[in-house]
């Protein structure tokens, strides 16, 4: 059985993240494996991205499954060897790119053009993350780039302990082209807390992201089944109890219940404790499991 823990707090909905568009560079590596670097990028509505190919062949960065056709997107050929760079190529609206090099097919690539209202930007830059603190809510993505002069790493975890493994960026290069951005990385926040990290490299740069719960259904369902990777069809269990503490109501039902979470206890029934024996108004705090 697997069992997953999201602890919801409705909290008022924040401000969304604000930040200047930026030039986002992915390069290509050398042979005799060739790649993009990162292979997967995730940016905002409103950012560009420039391919910089530092192989010793031509590339190209084309929209588009490999083995389909082209989407017509875009078509930067050819991306000249030896440091060539491509022009800029604007991502205006949300949504998720596959592209990959039509001169060779099993180099593949994805970017994910995330919404402001979801996403947050660190920037590691003089040898600290900026903001030190950044607050988002469950399901938000929180994106850190690069733009010191050194590579770093985005490691979770103490920089006096161990790393807990909830994310690694691995190294995170500096960037090799003035104005432009290094390495990037993103990671997806699917449960509330206070979360730890810092520098692989450098322990005194570290920093934290607080994860505040879902503030509608439509987050909670989606924080579900982020954390449980699933359809939302596994069962779910729903407690609460006054700001978060018992004595606690149990409803039992599965994720995709959660859509119509008024009908989710009459439609399923309830186990509830001597005090608390009617499904009360939306509380402070839920605690979710999904088994």
Not at 29 to 40: I, S
Not at 203 to 224: C, E, F, H, R
Request: glycine share 8%; net charge negative.
């Amino acid at each position: 059985m697997k069992l997953s823990t999201i602890a919801v707090s409705m909290l008022g909905l924040l401000l969304a993240s604000t930040s200047w568009p930026a030039t986002v560079l992915v390069q290509i590596t050398k042979a005799p494996n060739p790649m993009f670097d990162p292979m997967e990028l995730s940016i905002q509505e409103g950012d560009s991205v420039v391919w910089l190919n530092k192989d010793t062949a031509n590339h190209t960065s084309t929209s588009g499954a490999p083995w389909g056709t082209p989407d017509g997107s875009w078509n930067l050929t050819p991306i000249a060897k030896n440091g060539g760079m491509s022009p800029s190529q604007f991502f205006a609206t949300a949504g998720d790119h596959p592209y990959y090099c039509d001169f060779h097919s099993n180099m593949v690539g994805m970017i994910h053009v995330l919404p402001a209202a979801t996403s947050k930007i660190v920037t590691i830059t003089g040898m600290a993350f900026s903001p030190a603190d950044v607050v988002v809510d469950v399901g938000d993505t929180v994106i850190w780039r690069n733009e010191d002069s050194m590579d770093h790493t985005t490691t979770s975890g103490s920089p006096w302990g161990t790393p807990d493994a909830k994310w690694d960026s691995k190294n995170m290069w500096k960037p090799p082209v003035a104005g432009m951005t290094g390495a990037s990385f993103a990671h997806t926040f699917a449960a509330s807390g206070s979360y730890p990290y810092y520098c692989d490299y450098h322990s005194n740069m570290s920093a934290v992201v607080t994860v505040n719960g879902a503030t509608s259904t439509a987050q909670i369902l989606k924080a579900v089944k982020q954390v449980d990777g699933t359809d939302g069809k596994d069962n779910v269990v729903l407690s609460w109890g006054p700001g978060g503490s018992g004595p606690y109501q149990v409803l039992r039902g599965t994720a995709a219940d959660l859509s119509d979470l008024a009908a989710f206890g009459p439609a399923l029934g309830t186990t509830t404790s001597s005090d608390a024996d009617a499904v009360p108004p939306p509380p402070s705090r839920y605690n979710y499991q999904v088994q």
